[in-house]
Each structure stands twice: as C-alpha cells, then as structure tokens.
C-alpha cells in the first residue's frame, strides 16, 4: 500500500471518534430547526464555505424546508496545516449581496478568523444582515473575538485537532462520516 495511504488509515484506525454519525445527524437536524424558526421568512442567500463546509451544507440544506437561494464562496487559512495563517480568498460568491440576508455555513469555528473576515465582506458588499452556521465550535481562549460565536452552532468540540464531516487532516478524511480528534493533536 502507499505510505500515504498507510499514514492515514493510522490516523482514522488511532483517532478518538467525540461524535458518530447519528449523532452529528441529530445536532444538524436540531440546528435545522432553530434556522427555520428564525430565518424561514427571510428570503436569505445561503453562502457555503468551501472546502470545509462542503459536507456540513450538504446536509443541511434539505432540512431548510423554506424559500433560499444558495452560492457559495471559497476562503482558505490553514490550507494543509494544522496552524492557521492568513486568508487567502480564492472564490468570492457572484450572487449581489445588497440588501440580503446572509447566512454564511462552515464546518467550524476554531479561531473565528475566517468567519470575522467573511462576516466583514458581507457586510461590506452591503448585506442587510448576516448570520453564521458552523457544525462545530472549537471551545478554547484563542479566539479573534473573546465574544466571537456562530449564531447557529451544532456541536462544540475540545481544544484537539479534528476531522470528519468536511473538515481536513492534511487535505484526508473530508469523508470520514463521525467527528474526531487526531491522536497527539
Ligand atoms: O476559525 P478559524 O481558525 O479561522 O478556522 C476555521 C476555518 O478553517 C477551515 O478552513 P481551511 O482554511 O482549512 O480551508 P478548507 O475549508 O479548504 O479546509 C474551516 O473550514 C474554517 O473555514
Ligand atoms: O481542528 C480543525 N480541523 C480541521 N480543520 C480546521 N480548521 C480549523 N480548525 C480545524
């Protein structure tokens, strides 16, 4: 077998799994809930944050039983590695955000520097209103904004590195159908 093929299979095989499958089901059906209680009669563009919350908007969106538009936008900081560096925007949305409400989806929020500078373009693209969506809040005191949360959030997570769910470990394990942390990390 590949090395790298061998690598990452170690990490699954070693991994520690903090949510299952049904389990991340469950919170997104939950969190599908509190989202069409609040925004169902608000017309709102619902923006994707590639890659990450690729897996997360999947299934999400289904259960928005309600009038939306959806794009998406990618915006990268960590590209590979498991420390974040600086954004790097490499799709903006090509939907018109005047006017709007916005309501931006990402797999998580771990620092909450993507999702401050997502919220600032939006706004400054003239939004009426945004709101942010993530599966998983990262619970430390590192954040870009001592306040800095989601206005909708899933599930939160420990101060570990994660995967599963659209989130990467060295671009691996976007597929991995559960949450879990990376043995060491
Ligand atoms: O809260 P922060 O510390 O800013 O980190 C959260 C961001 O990091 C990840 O994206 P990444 O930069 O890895 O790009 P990706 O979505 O392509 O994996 C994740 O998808 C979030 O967008
Ligand atoms: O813990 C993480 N896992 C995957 N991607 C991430 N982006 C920020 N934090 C994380």
Redesign the pocket.
């Known amino acids: 077998m590949d090395s790298i093929v061998q690598s990452m299979q170690q990490v699954f095989d070693e991994a520690d799994c903090l949510y299952t499958k049904s389990q991340v089901e469950r919170a997104i059906a939950q969190l599908a809930g509190n989202i069409t209680e609040t925004l169902a009669e608000s017309n709102p563009l619902v923006i994707s944050v590639m890659n990450?919350g690729l897996v997360f908007a999947g299934q999400l969106l289904p259960l928005l039983q309600f009038p939306l538009q959806q794009d998406y936008m990618h915006a990268s900081r960590?590209g590979e590695a498991v420390q974040?560096g600086t954004l790097d925007w490499r799709v903006r949305p090509e939907s018109m955000l005047t006017d709007r409400t916005v309501l931006i989806i990402d797999d998580?929020l771990?620092q909450g520097e993507t999702l401050a500078a997502i919220m600032e373009d939006c706004n400054n693209a003239g939004a009426k209103a945004v709101y942010t969506a993530v599966l998983v809040e990262?619970l430390h005191d590192r954040k870009a904004r001592p306040d800095m949360h989601a206005d909708y959030c899933a599930l939160t997570v420990e101060d570990r590195?994660?995967?599963g769910y659209g989130?990467?470990?060295k671009g691996y394990w976007r597929n991995a159908a559960g949450i879990y942390a990376v043995k060491g990390l």
Do not use: L, T
Request: charged letters at 25%; a negative charge.
């Open positions: 990450g960590y974040g998580i771990d990262k590195f994660i995967f989130m990467d470990y």
